[in-house]
């Protein structure tokens, strides 16, 4: 079987970055993306939401709630969330005030019509919910100011626009726009442009803990394989082509199976040249579930060797994967990682980030 165009792959994807500066001492968890999203959705449902308890749990309410339109599809496990955040990705934990972290959210369709309530939400995480907790004062927690946002498209050359700075406290509306799928096919064009005839290798790294089940069970670390991770890839692109696709992706399922059944052969040809995982083993308080539960994930880097045939059917998901996250828990930030290979290290942010950032 051919495989597939990838047709079905139509998201619209805005990503936001935000700077925020300490007011407060702040002491935050080595990986920051549960206690943000924690902050994010308590302010999103004491502020915006009118509703009751139980009229929040009535069908049909996220639907004309913006508020709970970004949080309350969480209370459903099989739901798409209409984002995935970015934590920041140093590991450091005690933020005297002054200091200053970037962390980001991925907002996939219409999410991003509701950018006020966005901005509105991120200010009140730092002036009145706060995050982690203030060294040395039993009970509170951590302030900050939002000093800067951005809109990344990370496939355009100016790929980070200003849309929002403390002084001037008016959100611009980006020119950058989305990224689209045509976005992705140019982008994996101009990456498999760059790769030689033969074997080429391509890098996959993973910026946050990475949970990928396969056969029921965590991919544990130096037991990385390439086809399992890209079917919970593309179950995720499909389901997300379903919820908030542009237009939304009928028979998700049916057209996933399909897709599954012509790549399956060509992913199994992906060899894993060096395994080079480790396991990031943490816990994390499910508000769902009511308790602590192990977050950990795969971290590190895979080496991966294929024939450009190979990489050429398969680099639409895996350049849009890079946008969306892969695997559990993308709302606290996990499964994000990135590709590099002959084209270079592939988004501008990564080059940012390797300028220190
Ligand atoms: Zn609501």
Redesign the pocket.
């Known amino acids: 079987m051919t495989p597939p165009p990838w047709d079905d792959l139509r998201l619209k994807v805005h990503i936001l970055l935000f700077d925020i500066r300490m007011t407060t001492p702040v002491r935050l968890p080595p990986f920051k993306g549960s206690a943000l999203r924690g902050a994010w959705k308590g302010v999103l449902t004491r502020a915006y939401?009118p509703?009751t308890p139980e009229e929040?749990q009535r069908p049909g309410?996220?639907d004309a709630?913006p508020?709970?339109y970004l949080t309350?599809r969480e209370n459903d496990p099989e739901a798409r969330k209409p984002y995935a955040l970015r934590p920041p990705l140093t590991h450091e934990t005690d933020f005297p005030p002054g200091a200053t972290l970037r962390w980001g959210m991925v907002l996939f369709g219409p999410a991003w019509l509701l950018l006020s309530y966005i901005f509105s939400t991120v200010h009140d995480m730092g002036h009145v919910a706060g995050i982690g907790h203030q060294p040395g004062k039993k009970g509170a927690r951590g302030r900050f100011e939002l000093t800067t946002a951005y809109a990344e498209h990370p496939f355009r050359p100016h790929h980070r626009e200003i849309i929002y700075t403390k002084e001037r406290p008016l959100v611009i509306t980006p020119q950058n726009g989305a990224v689209t799928l045509e976005d992705v096919r140019r982008e994996s064009q101009r990456r498999l442009a760059a790769m030689s005839e033969d074997e080429p290798i391509v890098r996959l790294r993973f910026r946050t803990p990475t949970r990928i089940v396969h056969q029921k069970k965590l991919v544990k670390a130096g037991k990385f394989a390439f086809a399992p991770f890209f079917q919970r890839l593309l179950e995720r692109l499909y389901m997300l082509a379903h919820d908030f696709g542009d237009p939304p992706l009928e028979d998700a399922r049916g057209r996933l199976r399909e897709a599954m059944t012509a790549v399956r052969p060509l992913a199994e040809r992906v060899h894993v040249e060096e395994d080079r995982t480790w396991w990031w083993d943490y816990k994390g308080y499910s508000s769902r579930l009511k308790r602590a539960q192990p977050m950990g994930g795969l971290m590190g880097e895979v080496v991966l060797r294929a024939p450009k045939a190979v990489w050429e059917a398969l680099m639409v998901p895996l350049v849009w994967g890079e946008v969306a996250h892969v695997g559990k828990n993308a709302v606290k930030g996990q499964g994000w990682y990135a590709l590099s290979g002959a084209w270079g290290t592939g988004s501008g942010k990564a080059r940012s980030e390797k300028r220190g950032r």
């Open positions: 939401c509703a929040r309410h996220a709630c508020a709970c309350e």
